[in-house]
């Protein structure tokens, strides 16, 4: 890891940005993660923002919320928008209850109203709460359907 991270250091020094996306976006998102949370803050922004927007949902949710309010901090309104919109609602939720009220007033302010409704709902179960840990993110399958049926919905209806 510390062979990655002077590499990365030395990329951004000479503007090799392209060099830096092809070797982070090789790594599963947890790994990735990790590498940022040993960079600087500076650093950590500048390569977070080259990993393509799916990715970057992924790997902010594993960061450590240091790294995740140092982000919130410092990127547009549009790109918050974009993280809260495809966290996973359980994700969002853990990540507000770390955050102090006026990231979590400049994260909420990005969300729609339904959305921002269904997060106060979970913020309001006590911590470790049968609530407060399940998600609403899932796929409901009937006794009646084949196993070719559910596949199909679930291939249709399912996250990831």
Do not use: C
């Not at 853990?94 to 729609?112: F, G, Q, Y």
Request: glycine fraction near 2%; proline fraction near 2%; hydrophobic fraction near 40%.
């Amino acid at each position: 890891m510390y062979e990655m991270i002077s590499f990365i250091e030395t990329a951004i020094q000479e503007g090799k940005f392209s060099k830096i996306r092809e070797l982070v976006i090789q790594l599963n998102v947890v790994d990735i993660a990790h590498l940022l949370d040993e960079l600087d803050e500076e650093k950590t922004l500048i390569v977070f923002r080259l990993l393509p927007k799916e990715i970057s949902v992924e790997v902010f949710s594993y960061m450590s919320k240091e790294q995740q309010q140092y982000i919130i901090e410092s990127i547009t309104d549009k790109e918050i928008k974009h993280i809260i919109d495809n966290l996973f609602m359980d994700d969002t939720v853990d990540i507000l209850e770390e955050m102090p009220a006026n990231i979590v007033k400049k994260i909420l302010s990005h969300v729609s109203v339904d959305r921002r409704k269904l997060i106060n709902q979970f913020l309001r179960y006590p911590e470790n709460s049968a609530g407060s840990l399940m998600t609403i993110e899932y796929v409901d399958l009937k006794k009646e359907m084949t196993v070719e049926q559910a596949l199909q919905h679930v291939r249709k209806t399912g996250v990831d």
